[in-house]
């Protein structure tokens, strides 16, 4: 596994071959992840990384453990969110999200990288996607994994090894995917926002001309959630009608999940806001002021992670505590 120092030199010298502008942020400054095509993302990432450990971008609960993937190939699980045990994912790039189906997990990354556990996250193998682009998101439903990445690649599963290529009919950097009562949901750069009954057949949704740039999706129990911009979250029971059910300024949010009769949202900064009736969110005390980049619940409690390899954990959503930044 790359070591900070090699990962930070590295993502440097790619930088100023492009032609980049290099900025230098003080130690322990927030990052936000890499960006599809956003240089400027990935240089802060790299300067806050340097000296930390493996920054985490996205946690899943398989149905016994907690499992985070992240920078350089990092993979954590854990039992309960609060003891965890770095695994071996046999691959040294940038792995962007995860998602489970049981004890099937699937992590994605950057240049096509899929790797697969068969047990809950304890072992992993590398397999085949048949892409070299990066893929920045992985979701399960209706017995189908779905992979979304750039130049509107969309690689669908029945068993996370063998993967297909779907036409969407788009060629914008997706960047988010999530499934809930049947349907799928993609969303991604030009405003760009996606529509399956069966992850394989996908018809465009059309938005109002203001909306602004689309984030991370997600379903919360029962209706659809997307971050936009930087600090609204639109809600839509249908996928096709949306409302904004939060203005969060100056919140820059990353992630939202469902669990424990509450909504959880994060983002930079270490910001956390919390929902338990519709509309009406409050914004929580938060341990760290690292950029937390996922949020899920299993295990009767809430883990966040982010920047530095932050972890928190939070049994009703309101009161969080810092597992482990190293």
Request: glycine share 14%.
């Amino acid at each position: 596994m790359k070591t900070r120092a090699h990962s930070f030199h590295s993502t440097i010298a790619a930088l100023a071959a492009a032609g980049g502008l290099i900025h230098f942020a003080a130690a322990g400054e927030d990052a936000a992840p890499a960006a599809l095509g956003d240089s400027g993302s990935k240089l802060r990432e790299a300067v806050q990384d340097c000296a930390c450990a493996a920054s985490l971008y996205k946690v899943v609960f398989t149905g016994t453990r907690f499992c985070c993937a992240g920078q350089d190939g990092t993979i954590r699980t854990s039992g309960d969110g609060l003891e965890w045990q770095d695994r071996d994912s046999h691959t040294d790039v940038h792995l962007r999200s995860v998602s489970a189906a049981d004890d099937k997990v699937v992590a994605v990354g950057d240049h096509g990288v899929i790797v697969l556990s068969r047990d809950a996250g304890e072992t992993w193998e590398k397999v085949e996607s048949g892409v070299r682009v990066d893929l920045s998101d992985v979701a399960f439903g209706g017995g189908l994994f779905v992979a979304v990445g750039s130049g509107g690649a969309i690689l669908t599963s029945a068993d996370g090894h063998q993967w297909d290529r779907q036409d969407c009919g788009s060629g914008s950097d997706l960047r988010s995917v999530s499934c809930g009562e049947g349907q799928w949901l993609v969303s991604g750069g030009a405003r760009t926002l996606l529509w399956s009954e069966d992850g394989k057949n996908w018809t465009p949704v059309s938005m109002d001309g203001s909306t602004p740039c689309f984030g991370r999706t997600a379903f919360l129990g029962d209706s659809f959630a997307m971050i936009v911009g930087r600090s609204m979250v639109l809600r839509s029971f249908d996928s096709w009608s949306w409302q904004t059910e939060l203005r969060a300024d100056p919140a820059h949010l990353r992630a939202i999940a469902s669990g424990a009769g509450a909504d959880v949202a994060v983002g930079e900064a270490g910001n956390i806001l919390v929902s338990r009736r519709r509309g009406h969110w409050k914004e929580c005390p938060s341990p760290t002021r690292r950029a937390l980049y996922g949020v899920g619940f299993g295990c009767d409690g809430f883990v966040a992670v982010g920047a530095g390899g932050v972890i928190l954990f939070s049994e009703d959503g309101f009161s969080w505590e810092s597992v482990e930044a190293r």
